[in-house]
Every structure is written in structure tokens, then in C-alpha cells.
């Protein structure tokens, strides 16, 4: 796998970012990759993985929630979040706080161009809950061109579920996966909404 920043940093792939899931890290930065966003709204930062696929992949703005502070995510680490923070001080911005609480902030600050959605607990069941609760409070955040990332759907029922339901009110929002885009098989886990055929772009 190579991941590299054009231009002036980073050419190489830190394990401690993404070591545990290289294959979802390769498959979002190739996403980012090609749409380049201007501005990215991610969801749960926890160990970076996503984060630091998007922060390599593009020269967007990167806004991170999470509930645990960047002094808490992976202190032990050498690369994580707090490093991200450092490293991209100029594309990463990290908010502390609930996304109850934070993302409303957010509004009339930001439109953005990729929403990324992973903030929850280890508890599966409440995978889907999570899902409903931030796709609510951030969809309308999303520019006509933007696209929403919504992980954990193939690991919990309750998720696919939320996305039939906001489909079924939502109607202009379509549902893409990554191997409807040649990338990934049917088990990758996200599933993908869009205002857009997606396929189209990502040709
Ligand atoms: C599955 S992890 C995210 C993984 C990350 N996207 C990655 O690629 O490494 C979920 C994260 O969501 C955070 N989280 C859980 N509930 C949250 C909430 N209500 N608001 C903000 N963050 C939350 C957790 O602290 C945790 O760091």
C-alpha cells in the first residue's frame, strides 16, 4: 500500500494510524483522493485512521469530533491524534465534545464537502441509534456536491436500517457502496450517500 502527500509531506504509512485497518484506510483515501474536498466533518476521530486517510488524500479542512480529548485518544501512541493535530495544524481542526453539542456550532461556519460518520461506543447495538442521531444533525451541513460516509454498516443491522428510513424521507439522497464504484467488495463496510450519481464522478 502507498499513501503519500503530494507536494510536501508525507509519503509513507504510519501503523500506529493505520496498522489495525489498512484496507478501509486505502479505500477512504482513495475516495478523498479523487473528490477532493474543500472541507471534511469527521465524526468519532478515536485512533486517526480516517482522519489521517482524509489529511493525506486531499488539502481540505479536516473539522474532528470526538468525545475524549486529543490529550486521551492513544497517549501511549507515537502517531495519533494529537500528532495528527501537529502535523496538519494548517487542514486539521479538532473539536472536543459530544456531536449533540458540537455540530450544531457548526452550522452557518461550514458547508461541507465530506461528512464522515463513526462516533459511538463498542456497543454494537446502539451502532444504528448513533447513526440516526448524527446523519439528523448533520445532513444539512452537506454542499450539493457533498458526500456522507457512514461506517459500520455491514457490522450492524440497525445502521442499514437508519439509511432505509433516511432514504425513505430524504428521497434526493442515494445510497452507493464501494464496490458500486470498483472498489472493495460487498462486504466493505460504509456505505455511501449522495445528491449525485457518485459513479459517475468517481469514474
Ligand atoms: C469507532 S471509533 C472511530 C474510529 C475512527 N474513525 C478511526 O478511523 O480510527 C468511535 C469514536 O467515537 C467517539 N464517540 C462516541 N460517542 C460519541 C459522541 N456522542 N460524540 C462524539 N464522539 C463520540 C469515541 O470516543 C470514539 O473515539
Known amino acids: 500500500m502507498v499513501l503519500e502527500k503530494e507536494g510536501n509531506r508525507l509519503s509513507r504509512v504510519y501503523d500506529d494510524l493505520f496498522g489495525h485497518s489498512p484496507t478501509y484506510g486505502q479505500l477512504y483515501y482513495s475516495l478523498v483522493k479523487k473528490l477532493q474536498p474543500k472541507f471534511g466533518l469527521e465524526l468519532g476521530v478515536d485512533r486517526g485512521m480516517s482522519a489521517y ?6 488539502d481540505g479542512i479536516l473539522v474532528g469530533v470526538d468525545l475524549l480529548s486529543l490529550d486521551e485518544l492513544y497517549p ?60 439528523g444533525l448533520c445532513y444539512s451541513l452537506v454542499s450539493d456536491k457533498g458526500l456522507i460516509v457512514i461506517d459500520d454498516y ?17 428521497p434526493e439522497w442515494v445510497e452507493f457502496h464501494f464496490q458500486d464504484l470498483g472498489m472493495g467488495s ?12 457518485l459513479r459517475e464522478v468517481m469514474k
Open 53 to 58: 486517510a482524509y489529511l493525506c488524500g486531499c
Open 76 to 135: 501511549d501512541l507515537t502517531y495519533n491524534p494529537k500528532w495528527l493535530a501537529a502535523e496538519f495544524a494548517d487542514q486539521f481542526i479538532f473539536m472536543n465534545g459530544s456531536t449533540e453539542n458540537v455540530v450544531p456550532t457548526l452550522h452557518e461556519k461550514y458547508e461541507f464537502d465530506y461528512v464522515y460518520i463513526d462516533a459511538h461506543s463498542n456497543d454494537i447495538s446502539t451502532f444504528g441509534a448513533c447513526v440516526a442521531r448524527d446523519l
Open 154 to 170: 455491514s457490522w450492524s443491522r440497525g445502521v442499514g436500517d437508519v439509511i432505509n428510513e433516511f432514504k425513505h424521507t430524504h
Open 186 to 197: 460487498h462486504q466493505t463496510n460504509a456505505a455511501l450517500l449522495a445528491r449525485y450519481d
